[in-house]
């Protein structure tokens, strides 16, 4: 049988920055549930994948607990971090992965869903090893802006990330990172999580690969999310400052998990 992924957050710690953030025990509960029973949902949708690759399959299963919290790190008690990576999928995102997979390291990739193309490969390549896929929604409009369909964006975005992988994103990061109450409020309706950060070392900036690396180094901490970026803008200092990005994590004892890890939360593997 050909393993499924999915993910759950289940026992997720949290910033209580939104007045109606409230744990979901009753979610939680169905989540654990639904991995227990090895609910796979049906894989007719998702396109073949390269051979090399196994398929992904639906989980069955979307949405956080607690849907609609703000996060910008998890627990300062715990020696973990999140790096994050947005733009995903590019032409740099197999470059990424590779040097991850070097330091048996894993990440957070928010998917711009309107480039996944014929680039579906990277984004199961990611899952395969371990790392995790959110939304970055499907046009990477600024969804403050008056007129834009946040609703659609997030649900184009989801499905899109969905038939490429099989693999349901819970996790939401704001283009350009705007977020505003009203934008909040819809993306609570629509059960996402959104990400954001408490390190920017700007290498959208290309302020040079060491310059990157020393930036986060200098201002990451335990619970840490740093945003990165997975874009030819960077002009390959992302992908130079890596290791020795991970390299000073390990130095300084901190385990790079995804952010459903950083918050508590599992990686499912099912089937
Ligand atoms: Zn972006």
């Known amino acids: 049988m050909v393993p499924a992924w999915g993910v759950a957050c289940t026992d997720v710690w949290w910033n209580r920055e939104l007045a109606n ?10 989540i654990a549930v639904a991995a227990l029973s090895g609910c796979g949902g049906n894989d007719a949708t998702a396109p073949a994948p390269p051979a090399s690759l196994p398929t992904a399959q639906r989980s069955g299963y979307s949405g956080c607990t607690p849907p609609g919290a703000f996060l910008r790190h998890g627990s ?16 740099t995102t197999l470059a990424l992965a590779k040097v991850l997979s070097d330091h048996d390291a894993k990440a957070t990739f928010f998917v711009f869903a309107n480039q996944i193309g014929d680039q579906a490969g990277s984004l199961r390549r990611l899952i395969v090893d371990g790392s995790e896929l959110g939304s970055h929604s499907y046009s990477h409009l600024n969804m403050t802006e008056p007129g834009v369909d946040v609703g659609q964006e997030v649900r184009k975005a989801n499905s899109a990330i969905e038939a490429a992988t099989g693999f349901t994103p819970c996790l939401f990061r704001a283009p350009y990172g705007k ?14 999580t ?4 408490d390190v920017d070392p700007a290498d959208w900036e290309h302020p ?6 020393s930036r986060v180094l200098k201002d990451v901490r335990p619970g840490s999310i740093v945003v990165l970026h997975d874009s030819p803008e960077t ?3 992302t992908i130079r400052a890596l290791p020795a990005i991970l390299d000073g994590l390990a130095t300084k004892r901190l385990e790079t998990v ?3 890890e950083l918050l508590g939360g599992r990686m499912l593997r099912q089937g």
């Not at 977020?179 to 996402?192: H, N, S």
């Not at 959104?194 to 950060?197: A, L, Q």
């Not at 040079?208 to 690396?213: F, K, L, S, T």
């Open 21 to 30: 953030c409230r744990p979901r025990l009753g979610a939680s509960l169905a």
């Open 76 to 91: 300062r008690r715990e020696q973990k971090v999140a790096l994050t990576f947005d733009d995903t999928p590019s032409a």
């Open 179 to 192: 977020l505003d109450p009203v934008l909040v409020r819809q993306l609570v309706r629509l059960d996402m």
């Open 194 to 197: 959104m990400i954001g950060w």
């Open 208 to 213: 040079g690969a060491e310059v990157i690396a």
């Open 235 to 237: 002009q390959g200092q």
């Open 258 to 260: 995804t952010v459903t």
